[in-house]
């Protein structure tokens, strides 16, 4: 079913359509055989399904076979013609290829990259030239004539700018303008390339230029450089630029070459190019590839330069999905430890650990581990049945923290929700509360999540408005003041649920005692103290728990998001059995609450606090970020204030508002967020280094310096 209403996109945006794919299975020009079965293999391994599930619209067209077989031993002539008139056959076909395609070619030996070149150079000479990169551990440009292996596989980049054999250039096409062309990751040749290309313009990025300046630095230049004064331009890729510890599925193993997830962030920068015009990936050996890693990369390296870019995916999330949240004009593809990177391969600093549920970075191995051993074992029964996860993590959840008893959800929201319910049903069952009676207090500027029930305490007007009516039975009072928690305590109030450190409401830290204080208040008067540790817990604030710094042990703990490591979402209420025994079975339940996967993600979360203390570093440079914050704040800074790594600057709106600095911020690579366009809020995974956090402050501080020089011209806000 199609929907009816266009996609409005900019016209600037990079799209490269619909991708026709066509396979070259040969390997005549190259060493040994191997690569000639790699477009089969790719095929069978699903890659038009991967591609697909990446938003490419790709078509398998054909697979190119060779005319003819070449005898061992044959002649040089032999094999020139033979790679000739595949090379004729390669460059027919993507000539008769609808100019509304894409292509997408994949060998086979890059000697088929002789006909792709010329091919696509057609297809784009009536505006223009082409410039091509060639990604390759070697310069492939050789002649008959100086050939020392006598390999046709060192032949093609020489062929495809006009030099060498005859059968060889002679391919129907324009020749390519070396001024035009670059390698990338050399790391092997022979002095006679190395002559001709020095002659001829080409641009060579060897492997130590790239380890020198980082691969995106020079992928970017190289981008330079083929797109200077041309129509369009083309990648070439051939697999062996990769080092085998990554990628050992080529034909050429030698050490020292690209890391396969730094080429993959890399070609990320072509999904905002409209001029690129071509992909060829060549050299993969299926033979060499036996869990099919490989195939996975090839796949990746094709998403990662044909993908949808940022202009599409925003505009298909706004046409497609409901308005209810308003995200950062950027779209991430890939995180790493404290890093993110975004569809166009630009990089960010991480500053708020999706709200402090990835404390442990991106892409922790130990905790990939767990959830992939677990997801190959066993993922989900529901709770009608045990499995040998779950208890393990209800036993280290209440060692742990404290606790006779655990109830697992999935969101902070469900935790809240399962706090509120049992805390009831405790007032009515051992409190003796008369039916229906039973209060709760929460605090204004809470957040405690977005069900009709918790924004019907909440005292933020746009949570609540168009929800109503809301469940009664709930009271609020001023953050921080003890007393106003004594005044409004009832015989029929039942908890006072609290935050710890108020995040949405501003990074309000309230003052030294606050907690303890409402904690001798409601045990004087029979009041359960439910502390939501949601965000605030697992070492967010320089201790394991929040309500530590001030000695507190709740009668109910919520925790959540970082409990799923970044992964999942976990959470859980926390209590003794005084309080959680009031349920029964069909009392409350979920049917992904407790599943195995998320559990086996837990206990290797709990393992990493345990083993890592990372409150300690969070302590550290939390007090760190705090000074360094307060110290350079510029005029738009009122107030910095937070505990740990949970901490906010509050502006003055009069010079910047908080919504526009978080834009500023992500201009200059630093992911954050506002909240109530007065605070910027910054809480960076917990494995944060001191260098890399002392990176992030300069810009902060520089970026925020200035937005204030800018205020004569008046308030800066979106």
């Known amino acids: 079913m199609t929907h009816s209403a266009p996609l409005h996109i900019s016209n600037d945006s990079a799209t490269h359509g619909a991708v026709s794919i066509l396979g070259v299975a040969s390997a005549l020009g190259a060493p040994a055989s191997g690569p000639d079965a790699g477009p089969a293999a790719l095929q069978a391994s699903g890659l038009v399904g991967r591609l697909r599930g990446l938003g490419i619209t790709a078509t398998w067209e054909q697979t190119l076979l060779p005319h003819d077989s070449v005898a061992p031993g044959a002649s040089m002539e032999e094999r020139l013609k033979s790679v000739a008139g595949l090379a004729r056959s390669v460059a027919h076909q993507l000539a008769a290829l609808n100019p509304a395609r894409f292509p997408l070619i994949l060998g086979g030996d890059h000697a088929i990259a002789i006909g792709t070149w010329p091919a696509i150079a057609s297809r784009v000479a009536t505006r223009g030239t082409l410039g091509l990169i060639w990604i390759d551990a070697h310069l492939d440009s050789h002649t ?31 020749r390519l303008d070396p001024h035009n062309v670059c390698i990338i990751g050399a790391r092997s040749w022979e002095p006679e390339e190395f002559e001709r290309l020095q002659r001829l313009g080409v641009t060579i990025f060897d492997m130590a230029t790239i380890r020198e300046r980082g691969l995106s630095a020079v992928f970017s230049d190289a981008l330079g450089v083929v797109r200077r004064n041309t129509a369009a331009f083309g990648v070439t890729l051939d697999l062996d630029a990769l080092d085998p510890t990554s990628f050992p599925a080529v034909t050429c193993l030698e050490s020292g070459g690209l890391a396969a997830d730094e080429l ?131 036993e280290r959840l209440c060692t742990m923290f404290g606790y006779e008893r655990a109830l697992p959800v999935n969101t902070g929201l469900e935790a809240v929700e399962t706090a509120l319910k049992t805390v009831r049903k405790w007032a009515y069952k051992v409190k003796g509360v008369a039916p229906d009676r039973a209060g709760i207090i ?111 042990h709740p009668d109910g703990v919520i925790l959540g998001k970082a409990l799923g490591g970044g992964l999942l979402p976990v959470s859980a209420f926390l209590a003794d059995a005084a309080v959680m025994d009031v349920l029964h079975p069909g009392d409350h339940g979920s049917t992904f609450g407790g599943n195995p996967l998320g559990a086996a993600v837990a206990l290797e979360v709990l393992d990493l606090l345990e083993e890592t203390r990372p409150w300690e570093n969070a302590a550290r440079l939390g007090e760190h970020l705090m000074r360094r914050l307060a110290d350079g704040a510029p005029p738009c800074v009122k107030a910095v204030r937070g505990r740990g790594l949970l901490v906010g600057i509050e502006l003055d709106p009069r010079i910047l508002d908080a919504a526009t600095g978080a834009e500023l911020l992500l201009a200059r690579g630093i992911a954050t967020k506002d909240t109530h366009h007065t605070v910027l809020r910054f809480a960076p995974p917990l494995v944060i280094d001191d260098a890399v956090l002392d990176g992030g402050i300069d810009v902060i501080l520089d970026t925020l310096a200035t937005a204030s020089r800018r205020r004569e011209h008046g308030p800066l806000h979106g």
Not at 149 to 160: F, K, Q, R, Y
Request: glycine share 12%; proline share 7%; net charge negative.
């Open 144 to 174: 008959g004539a100086s050939t020392h292996s006598g390999n046709i596989h060192g032949m093609p980049l020489a062929a495809v700018l006009g030099e060498g054999d005859s059968l060889l250039t002679a391919i129907p096409g324009p």
């Open 264 to 394: 993959s962030d890399a070609l990320l920068a072509l999904r905002a190019c409209p001029d690129f015009a071509a992909l060829e990936i060549v050299e993969y050996v299926p033979g060499l590839d036996p869990l099919g890693a490989g195939a996975a990369w090839i796949a990746e390296f094709a998403g990662a330069a044909l993908g949808p870019g940022t202009a599409l995916l925003r505009a298909k999330e706004q046409h497609f999905g409901a308005h209810n949240y308003a995200p950062l004009p950027v779209v991430f593809h890939r995180g790493q430890g404290v890093w993110l990177w975004d569809v166009e391969g630009r990089r960010y600093l991480d500053m708020m650990s999706a709200y402090s549920a990835v404390s442990f970075g991106h892409g922790h191995p130990r905790l990939l581990r767990a959830l992939n051993d677990q997801a190959q074992r066993l993922a989900l029964t529901s709770r009608a049945y045990s499995t040998d996860r779950l208890p393990l993590l209800l």
């Open 442 to 552: 929460a605090c204004e500027g809470n957040f405690h999540g977005r069900s009709i029930a918790i924004v019907g305490m909440s005292s933020e007007a746009q949570y609540r408005d168009g929800f109503g009516p809301f469940p009664p039975g709930f009271t609020l009072v001023p953050y921080a003041d003890a007393d106003a928690l004594e005044a409004a305590i009832t015989p029929d109030t039942a908890a006072f649920l609290v935050e710890a450190v108020q995040g949405e409401g501003g990074i309000i830290v309230p003052p030294d005692g606050y907690l303890a204080r409402c904690a001798e208040i409601c045990r004087r008067n029979n009041v359960l103290l439910v502390v939501d540790e949601v965000q605030t817990g697992l070492g967010r604030t320089g201790r394991l728990l929040a309500c530590e710094h001030e000695g507190v």
